[in-house]
């Protein structure tokens, strides 16, 4: 599918000049060409020069995604392309910063604004600490992190999340930035169409570009995002505003909310688990049940567990561990997720792992003049997950609160 729409706009988010607009534009087209040209270059590189030195050198073929980045490191060929797909990333972030730095204060002005006007709650509690995995570095290399503030209420590592994940996505998650959510909203109406969750959280919501869905699809639910980050969610709650959208946003920690016991039907998040801790992913999906009523459930929209990928797609997935600032990237795969919400007080047999289509693509079908009956076979297609080449689903974790409290037991 060639991309070729841009951002929606809405009125939080940063108004680029021309120059700068030139500039994310190159950032996007970058990181296409990375994804395009140099990247499958990686695959013959791998079988006609790594394999067949590493065979050589150790008498067996690589194992595992270990084994293959040891001979990958020394080739030139993944050196460019690992060397590209770094300078692109912080490429992408300066070309933001720069229109963020030129109208934070009227930005901060407006997200008030906005907010002011909005009767969902914004809650940001007085000295709420962030967890160090997030404040240790700066994650997907972007600056400042999530939680870092430089101003009062402070907007701006919010509005540089959602403008520059649009171009490091290269528009593939949608002109809202929203394709996760609106991928299992998708998921949820064709396979549980008579569910209706009364309350809603969203764990991690960043700046909210998967929470929003969920209130167009029920638009009577109570609907909460949480992250810990101050910045992201101040410019979260502005920018559902600026979309006509009443859902309340708060600082909290996934790890432990101060939600009453059995308040929500439907826990979410998308790509929260890989930003998280091996100590802090047990506690969320604890706490994904203690805060879910009986027969609601919890679906976390991720990449798949390496065990579901052939040795080389590890290893290509992996280098967001090793160049991007995202130490959990590979551990958070190699854990037994299934375990992990049985331990949580999930039943096993109320566990699994599906494919929720991407949006985006299933809308390019519909777009391009295609039957309804053709934009359907697209959704039900098998896809393979990846990086955003795009990977066509989005692998969910899927568990249900027993009915029945004695069947948990």
Known sequence: MLNTFQQADHPALPKASADEAARQEFTKSFKGFIQSTLLPGLTPVYQTRVAKRFEKEHGRPPADRRDIRSGMVNDIYFQHYAAANRIAQELLWESVNGSIDRQLPEMIAKARELSAAAKAELVIPAGFVPPRYVTALDIHCMPGGYCSEVAADDISVGALYDRGVYLYAMGYTGPNNDDMGRSVVNYLKRHAPDFKPRRILDMGCTVGHSTLPYKELFPDAEVWGIDVGGPCIRYAHARAAGFGLEVNFAQMNAEETTFPDEHFDLVVSHILLHETSGKAMPRIFAEAHRVLAPGGMMIHADL??????????????????????????????????????????????????????????????????????????????????????????????????????????
């Open 304 to 409: 798949p567990p390496f065990d579901l990928m052939d040795p080389f797609t590890q290893f290509i997935l992996d280098n967001e561990t090793w160049y991007n600032n995202e130490p959990f990237w590979g551990a958070m795969r190699d854990m037994d997720q299934f375990a992990l919400a049985q331990k949580a007080g999930f039943d096993l047999a109320d566990v699994k792992f599906d494919t929720a289509p991407m949006a985006v693509m299933e809308f390019a079908a519909a777009a391009e003049g295609y039957s309804q009956e053709a934009s359907e076979a697209v959704a039900e297609r098998d896809f393979t997950a990846g990086e955003f080449a795009p990977g066509g689903g989005w692998e969910v974790l899927i568990a249900r609160k027993p009915l029945d409290k004695a069947l948990a037991a």
